[in-house]
């Protein structure tokens, strides 16, 4: 049976959302904050790979931000066997092909995204940049226990 890979748009369900974050052992969220998550999403993007009439989500990403100043790229995955594969170059590539199409002309608009360690050289092949640099300062994360 032959397998191909299909790109979905604003199609990635609770269920596969929660289950491919589970895939690569990312913290489990509750049913709640998952579909808050895709709702609010600015746009999702699920790589499926096809088998007969068989679908299985094996990597995603979503942006969420304003949609005018600044996205990010959020939650980037592919599940592991199926990494190194070109997948989440597909993705990413078209998660900025989108914030590309929704930009004002003559306008400049953040991209940005925390990267997992180890991963920096994936994203720097797809034009950004570390930080820190000389004009820009570390990226910063606090995590609120609720």
């Not at 890979?5 to 959302?17: A, G, H, K, T, W």
């Not at 969220?29 to 790589?47: D, F, P, T």
Request: aromatic share 8%; hydrophobic share 40%.
């Amino acid at each position: 049976m032959e397998t191909d890979i299909s790109l979905r748009i604003n199609q990635i369900s609770l269920e596969e959302y929660l289950e491919i974050r589970k895939a690569v052992n990312w913290k489990k969220l509750s049913h709640l904050q998952a579909a808050k998550a895709l709702e609010n999403s600015l746009y999702k993007v699920g790589a499926y790979e096809i088998t007969g009439d068989k679908a299985r989500l094996i990597g995603m990403g979503r942006l969420v931000g304003d949609g005018s100043v600044i996205c990010y790229v959020q939650d980037l995955i592919v599940i592991p066997e199926y990494q190194k594969k070109g997948i989440g170059s597909l993705i990413l590539n078209t998660l900025t092909d989108f914030v590309k199409s929704i930009g004002e002309p003559d306008t400049e608009m953040m991209l940005c995204l925390m990267c997992a360690k180890g991963r920096q050289h994936f994203y720097e092949e797809h034009g950004f940049i570390a930080r820190p640099t000389d004009e820009l300062g570390p990226g910063m994360i606090q995590y609120l226990r609720l």
